[in-house]
């Protein structure tokens, strides 16, 4: 009977010694990426409404950027109505292709219109410069509307600093 329970001694199967690449395999790699993923979700805040990490710095921040972004929006820019551009597109066919377009521009202030004025030959060239480039198949749609004016922005942003476009606000667009 002592030789059915005791394998260790000669009759029975020799027990097997775990090897290091086991070893990592199965208990130091699982703790390794349970180890990673736990910093990830502390890191991206997940666990802060549970542990209560932060909440009277982000109440009092939640509370200072809402009124912020709603005195934003409230205060209306002042409007500048750009002159009418025609631009000829780039086209790969024969016959030309042309773009009308009426721009207006929102700035920040009502007194940025005199630097605004000043720097117009300029605004209106970096747009010409970019229009000409566009191909009808870039002017489809609104994804293709909002790059456009997102481009145009920037443009003018360039062309007028230190003065703050707000937004450029398309009053008029005819392909032909």
């Not at 016959?95 to 209106?124: C, G, H, N, S, Y």
């Amino acid at each position: 009977m002592a030789d059915d329970t005791d394998d260790d001694d000669d009759g029975g199967a020799p027990k097997k010694k775990v090897s290091g690449k086991k070893l990592i395999l199965f208990i130091v790699l699982p703790i390794l990426i349970l180890a990673g993923a736990g910093a990830g979700v502390y890191m991206s805040g997940l666990l802060d409404p549970l542990l209560g990490v932060g909440g009277e710095e982000q109440a009092a921040e939640g509370e200072a950027a809402p009124e912020e972004a709603q005195a934003e929006a409230a205060a209306p820019g002042h409007y500048l109505p750009l002159d009418e551009m025609t631009v000829t597109l780039r086209s790969t066919g024969g016959r030309a292709r042309f773009l009308k377009l009426q721009l207006t521009l929102e700035l920040e202030q009502a007194a940025d219109e005199e630097r605004v004025q000043a720097v117009m030959p300029r605004i209106i060239d970096n747009f010409q410069v970019f229009l000409r480039e566009l191909r009808v198949e870039e002017l489809e749609g609104s994804q293709g509307m909002y790059r456009i004016r997102e481009e145009l922005l920037k443009r003018v942003n360039q062309a007028a600093s230190p003065v703050k476009i707000k937004e450029v606000l398309f009053t008029d667009m005819l392909i032909q």
